[in-house]
T-cell receptor
Framework: KAGVTQTPRYLIKTRGQQVTLSCSPI?????VSWYQQTPGQGLQFLFE???????NKGNFPGRFSGRQFSNSRSEMNVSTLELGDSALYLC?????????????FGPGTRLTVT | AQTVTQSQPEMSVQEAETVTLSCTYD???????LFWYKQPPSRQMILVIR??????QNATENRFSVNFQKAAKSFSLKISDSQLGDTAMYFC??????????????FGKGTKLSVIP
């Protein structure tokens, strides 16, 4: 099976712009989670989607949003970019979600905001 | 809210030796899961080992084993016979259900492990 894929892998944006990142989960996986990874804050949970519904959301401002499509592919959007949004954005998929399930991570999208 | 603390930002170990990475957590939940994830340089994060809180027996996966002390809220990872490919960031993570089937992984800040030839 193909692994979790994320596009694009690298992105450079300027402050004030918006950006959309895409994540394709492993075939058959219905749960997709998003994380932000920075040197200072580490890995922080953004949100989790299951069957097109957001089940949980982390402590991020409303500029961060996401959605999931019927084929389980997910997108996250960040509007009005700030310098502090520069980070590696990771998505992870799991078969059915659940606290004990293994999450399979993608390679990430490295976003640089200038 | 749950917190996960990894007190060792960096560690090194000689090839073939044994190393233990520490992790403590804080939670009021009784049923939860603990994980160690490995993130090699410029590579994807992968699951190393998982422990279910209601199981007293420590999890083991080949050269990787954990020492789970529920009362002390401690979850350390032991790597035996260290190999060069074990060089990576290691993250301790916690997960519990938070209603309506929702959950989230809470990660520690990570321990950078270097295996020295």
């Amino acid at each position: 099976k193909a692994g979790v894929t994320q596009t694009p892998r690298y992105l450079i944006k300027t402050r004030g712009q918006q950006v959309t990142l895409s994540c394709s989960p492993i075939s058959g996986h219905r749960s997709v989670s998003w994380y932000q990874q920075t040197p200072g804050q580490g890995l922080q949970f953004l949100f989790e989607y299951f069957s097109e519904t957001q089940r949980n959301k982390g402590n991020f401002p409303g500029r961060f949003s996401g959605r999931q499509f019927s084929n389980s592919r997910s997108e996250m959007n960040v509007s009005t970019l700030e310098l502090g949004d520069s980070a590696l954005y990771l998505c992870a998929s799991s078969l059915a979600g659940g606290a004990g399930g293994e999450q399979y991570f993608g390679p990430g999208t490295r976003l640089t905001v200038t | 809210a749950q917190t996960v603390t990894q007190s060792q930002p960096e560690m090194s170990v000689q090839e073939a030796e044994t190393v233990t990475l520490s992790c403590t957590y804080d939670t009021s939940e009784n049923n939860y899961y603990l994980f160690w994830y490995k993130q090699p340089p410029s590579r994807q994060m992968i699951l190393v080992i998982r422990q279910e809180a209601y199981k007293q027996q420590n999890a083991t996966e080949n050269r990787f084993s954990v020492n789970f002390q529920k009362a002390a809220k401690s979850f350390s990872l032991k790597i035996s016979d260290s190999q060069l490919g074990d060089t990576a960031m290691y993250f301790c993570a916690f997960s519990a259900y938070s209603g309506a089937g929702s959950y989230q992984l809470t990660f520690g800040k990570g321990t950078k492990l270097s295996v020295i030839p």
